[in-house]
């Protein structure tokens, strides 16, 4: 009797067992739909817009700008020209700057030859409309990134700390910045 009963308690948690498996697999693709068609509608529907359906730009001129997350969005609009099949315009240069440290404006002998019409520029260059306009087609989409000006400088400061004279007089410390605000025609 002792067996038996053994057995049926191995039946009933196998089944338990195979029962768990079951819903787990319904929930895994129930969740990954609802998941699916929400992404699906995210995608299609503009939010804080009345506009109620995106239509894709494929012609865009992105004003690349110091630290406003400028390189992590530039790094998305490569991913989709490369997808997409879309011409960047690059430097002519190794450089991956239009002669931006330079300080020149930009100008069109600056962007490599393309046998294809360039869709997009997304490099670092002092903008000039004229310009870039004689490069890219009419409707092209132009866009950049700005941000609050504190932040920015905190930022700056940090970042280019050493590539700035007046920045470096202190070593970059956490106090650094107080120590700069503190004198800063020192
Ligand atoms: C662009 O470069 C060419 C060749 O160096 C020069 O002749 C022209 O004036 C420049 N254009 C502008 C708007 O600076």
Redesign the pocket.
């Known amino acids: 009797m002792a067996i038996v009963k053994i057995f049926r308690q191995r039946i009933f948690i196998f089944s338990i067992f195979f029962v768990g498996i079951y819903f787990g697999y319904y929930w895994r693709f129930t969740l990954t739909t609802d998941t699916k068609n929400l992404l699906a509608e995210q995608r299609y529907t503009n939010v804080g817009t009345s506009v109620k359906h995106c239509q894709p730009k494929t012609n865009i001129f992105f004003m690349k700008t110091h630290k406003t997350a400028g390189t992590t969005v530039q790094n998305v609009l490569l991913r989709y020209a490369n997808t997409h099949e879309l011409v960047v315009g690059l430097p002519a240069t190794a450089d991956p700057r239009f002669n931006y440290p330079s300080g020149e ?1 930009f ?3 600056f962007v490599r030859k393309s046998e294809k019409p360039i869709n997009m520029l997304c490099h670092h260059m002092r903008f ?1 409309a ?2 870039v306009k004689a490069i890219l087609p009419d409707d092209t989409f132009y866009v950049t990134i700005i941000r609050e000006a504190g932040s920015l400088f905190e930022s700056m400061f940090d970042y280019f700390h050493y590539n700035c004279k007046a920045f470096a007089r202190t070593p970059l410390k956490s106090w650094a910045i107080d120590e700069f605000l503190s004198q800063p025609n020192r």
């Open positions: 404006f100008n069109r002998t000039h004229k310009e």
